[in-house]
């Protein structure tokens, strides 16, 4: 079946600018995870939905950072006025239904901030 | 904050040979589980060991996670030119068990 799907594969964009990272996890999955990963780092967690509402968004750097999930399937992170250190790679995970379950990763989107 | 730390940072060996790589962590877990990124993009899921578990086999990977020391090693045997990438171990906190916690990362090469 299809895996976890994330797009754009790569987004560059300036300095101050908003973007939004689009997640399409394994169907029937109730658990989404957003992770971002810096170069030669591992990734680091940034907020776990169950289901349409946000379980545990304490990863989140700060309130530039957003994250919904209106229908419990499709997720989207939005940056507001992005800085240069938001450049990572921002990757999606879903899992069956969340605790301690096996999690499966997108191919991650790659943000490039100019 | 990264709990996982992984040992060696880099490997190199050859075809045919066996690759060993080790992780600590510093908290108590629920599971561990091992990811492959090939290229640094998307991770692909190895293997997951519960906490009630010591060994695990899967293929050509075998899996130990020693709860009193905190450690776990992945054994990949008769290495493969297509293993190369970097290897991952993540933990998940005993009181959340959803949010992962990975280390830096193996960095493993080998060579025909």
């Known amino acids: 079946g299809a895996g976890v799907s994330q797009t754009p594969s790569n987004k560059v964009t300036e300095k101050g600018k908003y973007v939004e990272l689009r997640c399409d996890p394994i169907?029937?999955?109730?658990?989404l995870y957003w992770y971002r990963q810096s170069l030669g780092q591992g990734p680091e967690f940034l907020i776990y939905?169950?289901?349409?509402?946000?379980?545990?968004d304490s990863g989140l750097p700060n309130d530039r950072f957003f994250a919904v999930r209106p229908e419990g399937s499709v997720s989207t992170l939005k940056i507001q006025r992005t800085e240069r250190g938001d450049s990572a790679v921002y990757l999606c995970?879903?899992?069956?239904?969340?605790?301690?379950?096996?999690?499966?990763f997108g191919p991650g989107t790659r943000l490039t901030v100019l | 904050s990264q709990q996982g730390e992984e040992d060696p940072q880099a490997l190199s060996i050859q075809e045919g040979e066996n690759a060993t790589m080790n992780c600590s962590y510093k908290t108590s877990i629920n599971n561990l589980q091992w990811y492959r990124q090939n290229s640094g993009r998307g991770l692909v899921h190895l293997i997951l060991?519960?906490?009630?578990?010591r060994e695990k086999h899967s293929g050509r990977l075998r899996v130990t996670l020693d709860t009193s020391k905190k450690s776990s090693s992945l054994l990949i045997t008769a290495s493969r030119a297509a293993d190369t990438a970097s290897y991952f171990c993540a933990t998940d906190a005993s009181n959340s068990g959803y949010a992962l916690n990975f280390g830096k990362g193996t960095s493993l090469l080998v060579t025909p």
């Open positions: 995970a879903s899992s069956l239904t969340g605790a301690r379950d096996t999690q499966y």
């Open positions: 169907s029937g999955h109730t658990a």
């Open positions: 939905f169950q289901g349409t509402g946000a379980a545990d």
């Open positions: 060991i519960r906490s009630n578990e």
